[in-house]
């Protein structure tokens, strides 16, 4: 039983699966280590291109006002639990299917020197991780979405662990527990959700009344899962100790996709199947989320490690997304949503500029630049280009999400907006200081002297993300047209639940 | 249309010059940028004409959607009024005249200089952005732009750390107030649901009654709205407690100096305030509130100005100054006057700089005026128009400085407010002391004995044609401008030359009462900048060993002075150690020792009893997962205790 959808063809199961046939081809490899490293990285160029080329089609035929879910294919699979092979995207998730094939390429391609070690096997898990991704973000049943959710974790996990730094075994073990526990949770609340509605289909969930004492308990379960995964504060601490023992491309992935789940969970899950418990807890998500920003900004400024600093403004960057989430408004919506896409795009660029020079001098210790500006202006301009980004300067991508949270954020309160923005200041001051100890000032250490600027295939690395950048924050409105409609009608239901709630005797009557 | 052809031809310069400056070579890269501002200011001089002259009314050119959330909407627009033409004509041709002297300032320099001309032209249209928006949005663009546009300059030369630390400064400082500035535009959308002009405009008289609950009261939301702004205002334009980044900016090269940190960026927080008077007009104690901050930076920056021996610190200072008249007179509802001075000094003060750029080039890029004196007959030119400068600065009758600085104070005192005598107290003090330390800088710079070694002296020369025609054109404006442009902006026609791009509500009539001030009370800051020329050539010209004397009998007061009030001590002390300290306790206590802590003690107990590494593991995730559940409990329970 399937659908046939807008595009005429599964586009989404094709877009999800290409990468394991990249898998297959790479299992069956013959030649000597050096051949078949040579055209495992190939292999894997090749397929994640293609699946971003397929992934395309959703960009060009997706449709700007429609609300629901689009793209749909459904397969039966186990209809006497009422749980099937679902996919479809909508507003909140078709940028995501996309941020995801893009990156893969890019990550692909930044590995090309950097990773010498099986590399076939390397590749793989870059593709199973791609599969996990687009199935993760496309998936329409619970059941399915938890099976992808949980997929992610174990290539990422490998990716760390075996070609990793030197304290890798301790971060991945770190990463997976922190992840995994949160996990445990959210599968109870899958299985009590899937008790109460009788099927695992996201959209009929959607449509299913939780009492109000269920959506607490729900909702407690699901922040165990997501809030580790944003990572919120105070669970954020497997993020820079993963991020500083991962492979630049690992890094790339984890900042620009894989932290994209906890809030993605939050918008997909918690706000609009549990309206009350979401409204009830908005003032500790504000809270937590004022506390992210401002800690992990001040604590990103004692930073002696390129990777940590980063990692910690990541999180401070995320405490703005969850912000945005619980204003229920669509200007924080939209701008928590853009802040996401964006934070995909520049933080992954960050961590590939920290690739760059990682590759060459072999630290990430901050002290040991300085002065680079001299040997390599290009990198130097690209550098600055996403410190600006980050930043959030007008013109650039981190601007719009961040200063439309700040407008979603004081229709709730201007001392949630004041302090919610206060990255503004802290972020310039660790960013500037970083980029100060590094590019700028004498070039005085030795082995910098002779230090190459970027590569032509760095160059073709950067160039999509600069362009993506740029084109984020000065033409904005391409991209929010994909999810305004749906937010529109997120904040609408959610308004009218939370009234609906308010009017006593209808409200006595959704708990049975 | 000319519009767009000013404000884009900067960044196609500025473009080109960036991406194929090293592949052209240094001449044609600034052969690009100079044309392409050439260009920039005939449209943008042709605009101002034909809209204050030719009668082309106001209008808005639209020219690409941005923003689309929700009711949030807007666009990439031009706005064409007399505010934002005067403003382009002005910023276009000062940015032409200094990016030709930069070519001749820049000579010097070993590396390439595109960069530079990139950076200069970058700059030029990010400030024509900002005065040329239609919505606060594209104007915050503007506003983010040049402050990345300094941020650049200041720290060009990267090898140095002061010019990086006062880079950063500059930028972190600027922030704090580009932070209330974002919340500002915020509570605009919040009580008009727009951010365009248009729409705010029109329905200003809608909202004037409507409040906002703030500190536990209702605040009329107009006077939350001029405060947040305001601020940001401050920290752009330099106003005290968040000034302290623009006598650091003078670490960039002294054409930025003149181009950034004089003649514009750093009035964009006045043009904010003119941009805004329909609002700011109903938001009675924020105009207050505007006059005190102006009126007090005005006499403190003239005060610290006295005492500093950095040529190009005293103007820094002195800028500070005149910014604090421009909100004195905006504050008390002379928009009118504020602008004025505005271009004014953007003549005088941009021919200040550049001068002292051409002593510090004539001295070997000596910038102490103790060590410098007797070189006037060696840099005639110079000499002359910065004496024209200075003359025009000092507010002396019938130069530029003179025209506007009067109407200002007469504006002030015309208010007949407390605060605005307080204003016209602070700035007549101040005008004594603006004449004072403008001849301090002539005489110590030029006459005298020469205190430069011999070496240098020896090196005293004229600086090079590409330099001085800029010097000469800018000292003609600060000899005429004031004349020939205070009858249309600030006469009793002002009307016909602004329409309408002023709003200047119903019963507010300081500029009519400036005509009507006594005599002598419009003759006094004419008096006392006299009295202060005087004074300094008592201490400087014919008693030169006075000075050193009262500094040390003043020692207290003469310290307190030099070191700028004590703000960056203060600032230090109170904001940049604790949040270094906070850092480094948040990041090894908090996230390491604490949060780290918990799991990894339960970890280390769970590995303590145990041997088998399977078990350590199995172990730990149940204790992971069951740390987790305790963190949720202790997080709901707080919560609910708390609520």
Not at chain 1, 179 to 198: I, N, R
Not at chain 2, 33 to 61: D, F, K, N, P, Q
Request: some cysteine; overall charge neutral; proline content about 4%.
């Amino acid at each position: 039983m399937t659908n046939i959808n807008a595009a005429g063809f599964p586009v989404l199961s094709l877009t999800t699966f290409l990468p394991l046939l990249g898998v297959l081809v790479l299992a069956t490899l013959p030649g000597d280590e050096a051949a078949s490293a040579r055209n495992a990285r190939w292999i894997a160029l090749w397929t994640s291109l293609l699946a971003f080329v397929v992934s395309l089609v959703l960009w060009v035929r997706f449709d700007h006002r429609a609300a629901g879910y689009q793209f749909v294919e459904t397969i039966s699979w186990l209809p006497s639990f009422g749980v099937s092979y679902r996919l479809g995207v909508d507003g909140i998730s078709v940028l995501f299917v996309l941020l995801s094939t893009a990156l893969t390429p890019l990550c692909i391609l930044a590995s090309w020197e950097a990773v010498t070690v099986r590399v076939r096997e390397y590749m793989a898990a870059f593709l199973i991780l791609e599969t996990m991704m687009v199935g993760m973000f496309s998936a329409t049943d619970f059941l399915l979405f938890y099976m992808f959710f949980e997929g992610v974790l174990i290539p990422m996990y490998l990716i760390i662990g075996v070609w990793g730094g030197p304290r890798r075994v301790y971060a991945s073990l770190k990463f997976f527990l922190y992840t995994f526990a949160g996990s445990v949770l959210m599968l109870l609340a899958l299985l009590a959700m899937w008790h109460q509605a009788g099927t695992t289909d996201i959209t009929v969930l959607l449509r299913t009344p939780f009492s109000a004492v269920m959506q607490f308990w729900l909702f407690l379960a699901f922040l165990a899962s997501f809030a580790v995964k944003v990572p919120m504060w105070p669970v954020h601490t497997w993020l820079p100790d993963a991020h500083v023992e991962a492979p630049t491309a690992g890094s790339v992935i984890l900042a620009g996709v894989l932290l994209k789940m906890g809030a993605y969970g939050f918008l997909r899950f918690s706000v609009p199947m549990l309206p009350l418990a979401s409204q009830h807890f908005a003032p500790m998500m504000f809270a937590l989320g004022v506390v992210a920003v401002i800690y992990t900004s001040l604590v990103a400024l004692a930073q002696e490690d390129m990777k940590k600093l980063i990692a910690y403004s990541s999180v401070a960057h995320m405490g703005v997304v969850v912000i945005g989430i619980f204003t229920f408004n669509v200007q924080g919506i939209d701008g928590a949503l853009f802040q996401m896409i964006s934070h995909g795009v520049v933080s992954a660029a960050l961590f590939l500029c920290v690739g760059v020079i990682y590759d060459r001098i072999h630290t990430r210790d901050i002290a040991r630049y300085g002065g680079l500006a001299d040997r390599m202006p290009a990198y130097a301009l690209v550098f600055m280009l996403f410190t600006m980004a980050s930043i959030g300067l007008p013109g650039t991508s981190g601007f719009v999400g961040e200063f439309l949270v700040l407008v979603g954020a004081f229709q709730v309160s201007l001392w949630l907006a004041l302090f919610g923005s206060f990255g503004m200041i802290l972020g310039a001051a660790y960013m500037l200081y970083l980029y100060r100890r590094v590019i700028f000032g004498k070039l005085s250490k030795p082995d910098l002297r002779a230090i190459l600027d970027l590569s032509p295939r760095e160059m073709a690395v950067f160039a999509p993300l600069v362009i993506l950048t740029l084109w984020l924050g000065v033409y904005p409105s391409s991209f929010t047209s994909f999810f305004d409609a749906t937010v529109s009608a997120m904040v609408q239901n959610h308004t009218e639940a939370v009234n609906l709630a308010r009017q006593p005797v209808l409200f006595a009557g959704s708990t049975q | 249309m000319i519009l767009a052809v000013a404000v884009f031809a900067p960044l196609l310069g500025s473009v080109a010059c960036g991406v194929l400056g090293r592949a052209i070579g240094d001449r044609p890269a600034q052969a690009i940028t100079i044309l392409c501002m050439l260009l920039a200011s005939v449209c943008g001089v042709s605009a101002w004409y034909e809209h204050i002259w030719g009668g082309v009314g106001t209008g808005v050119s639209q020219i690409a959607d941005w923003i689309d959330a929700g009711s949030f909407r807007l666009n990439w627009a031009l706005r064409y009024d007399s505010l934002s033409v005067s403003m382009v004509a002005m910023v276009t041709c000062v940015a032409t005249l200094i990016h030709v002297y930069s070519v001749g300032y820049m000579a010097h320099e070993k590396s390439t200089t595109s960069r530079f001309f990139a950076y200069l032209s970058f700059f030029t249209f990010a400030m024509l952005m900002l005065v040329t928006a239609d919505n606060l949005l594209q104007l915050f663009f503007g506003w983010e732009g040049v402050g990345l546009a300094s941020y650049l300059l200041i720290g060009y030369w990267y090898d140095r750390p002061s010019a990086n630390r006062a880079a950063i400064k500059a930028m972190v400082v600027n922030r704090v107030g580009d932070l209330s500035f974002a919340v500002g535009i915020a509570l605009i959308f919040f009580s008009f649901g727009s951010v365009n002009f248009e729409t705010i405009f029109a329905s200003v008289s809608q909202h004037v009654n409507d409040t906002y609950r703030l500190f536990g009261g209702e605040i009329r939301s107009y006077e939350v709205i001029g405060f947040l702004l305001f601020i940001g205002a401050m920290g752009k334009s330099a106003q005290i407690l968040l000034h302290t980044w623009l006598p650091d900016a003078m670490e960039g090269p002294t054409p930025v100096s003149a181009l950034i940190h004089a003649a514009t960026m750093v009035t964009a927080g006045v043009f904010l305030l003119s941009r805004m008077s329909p609002l700011m007009e109903f938001a009675p104690h924020a105009r207050d509130f505007v006059t005190f901050i102006g009126a007090t930076t005005c006499l403190f920056a003239a005060t610290v100005a006295c005492v500093q021996n950095d040529i190009k610190r005293v103007i820094a200072y002195s800028t500070c100054s005149q910014l604090g008249y421009m909100f004195m007179a905006a504050g008390v509802g002379a928009y009118q006057a504020s602008m004025f001075h505005l271009l004014t000094h953007a003549f005088f003060k941009a021919l200040l700089f550049l001068c002292a750029g051409s002593v510090i080039h004539a001295l070997s890029d000596e910038q102490d005026m103790r060590r410098m004196g007797g070189i006037w007959r060696a840099v005639p030119v110079t000499y002359v128009t910065m004496w024209l400068g200075s003359l025009a600065l000092g507010g002396i009758p019938y130069f530029a400085g003179y025209w506007s600085k009067d109407a200002v104070l007469e504006a002030t005192f015309a208010a007949a407010s407390p605060v605005g005598t307080y204003g016209f107290v602070c700035g007549t003090v101040a005008a004594f002391l603006t004449a004072f330390y403008s001849w301090r800088l002539l005489l110590m710079t030029f006459h005298g004995t020469p205190r430069a070694d011999a070496h240098v002296m020896a090196h005293v020369h004229e600086s090079p044609v590409v330099m001085l025609a800029p010097l000469v054109i800018l000292a003609t404006g600060a000899v005429f401008s004031g004349w020939l442009l205070h009858a249309s902006l600030i006469g009793d026609h002002n009307d016909t030359y602004w329409q309408g791009a002023i709003f200047v509500k119903q019963g507010n009539h300081v500029l009519q009462q400036v005509e009507r001030t006594p005599l002598l009370i419009g003759l006094l800051p004419t008096v006392t900048g006299v009295l202060g020329i005087a004074l300094a050539y008592w201490f400087y010209m014919f008693n030169p060993a006075l000075p050193q004397r009262l500094a040390a009998r003043y020692a207290r007061t003469y310290r307190f002075l030099l070191n700028k009030w004590y703000f960056d001590e203060l600032y230090d002390f109170l904001f940049v150690r604790p949040a270094v300290w906070l850092a480094r306790e948040l990041w090894q206590v908090g996230d390491v020792q604490v949060i780290d802590g918990v799991p990894n003690g339960l970890a280390s107990m769970a590995e303590g009893g145990s041997v088998q590494v399977v078990r350590i593991q199995t172990g730990s995730i149940a204790v992971y997962a069951f740390t987790m559940l305790i963190g949720v409990v202790v997080i709901v329970s707080l919560f609910l205790l708390v609520r």
